[in-house]
C-alpha cells in the first residue's frame, strides 16, 4: 500500500520558478518509476516528464530546457523544479508511481498510483 501527496503549487506569475514535491506514505518508491502528468480545464491528462528507478529521465518538448526532474530515494521524495513559466503550463500537476524498468512511460495508463495534484496557475 502506498500513497503519494503533492505540495508546492501556487500563483505566480510568468518568467517566474515554482518547485513541487510529491512524497510518499507507506511503501518506499526508491525502485519505481516516477512521472510529473498535468491537466488543464477542458484538456486530457498530459505527460510533463519521468524518472526511472535508476536516475534516467524524459521531458515532454514542451517543458525540456525549462524544467528539471529529481529524486531523493533517502526521503522518499520527487522533485519538479519549474523555471520560465508560461501561462500553457497552468494545470493541476499530478505526480504518479510505477513498477521500476528502465523504460521511461509517458501514458497515464502505465501508472499505477496517482496523488490527489497541486494546482499551479501562471498569470498571463
Known amino acids: 500500500q502506498g500513497q503519494l501527496v503533492e505540495s508546492g503549487g501556487g500563483l505566480v506569475q510568468a518568467g517566474d520558478s515554482l518547485s513541487l514535491s510529491c512524497t510518499a506514505s507507506?511503501?518506499?518508491?526508491?525502485?519505481?518509476?516516477m512521472g510529473w502528468f498535468r491537466q488543464a480545464p477542458g484538456k486530457e491528462r498530459e505527460f510533463v516528464v519521468g524518472?526511472?528507478?535508476?536516475?534516467?529521465?524524459h521531458y515532454a518538448d514542451s517543458v525540456k530546457g525549462r524544467f528539471t526532474i529529481s529524486r531523493d530515494n533517502a526521503k522518499n521524495t520527487l522533485y519538479l523544479q519549474m523555471s520560465s513559466l508560461k501561462f500553457e503550463d497552468t494545470a493541476v500537476y499530478y505526480c504518479?508511481?510505477?513498477?521500476?524498468?528502465?523504460?521511461?512511460?509517458?501514458?497515464?495508463?502505465?501508472?499505477?498510483?496517482w496523488g490527489e495534484g497541486t494546482q499551479v496557475t501562471v498569470a498571463s
Open positions: 507507506g511503501r518506499s518508491f526508491s525502485y519505481w518509476n
Open positions: 504518479a508511481a510505477t513498477g521500476g524498468r528502465m523504460a521511461v512511460a509517458s501514458v497515464p495508463g502505465a501508472y499505477d498510483l
Open positions: 524518472i526511472n528507478y535508476i536516475g534516467g529521465t
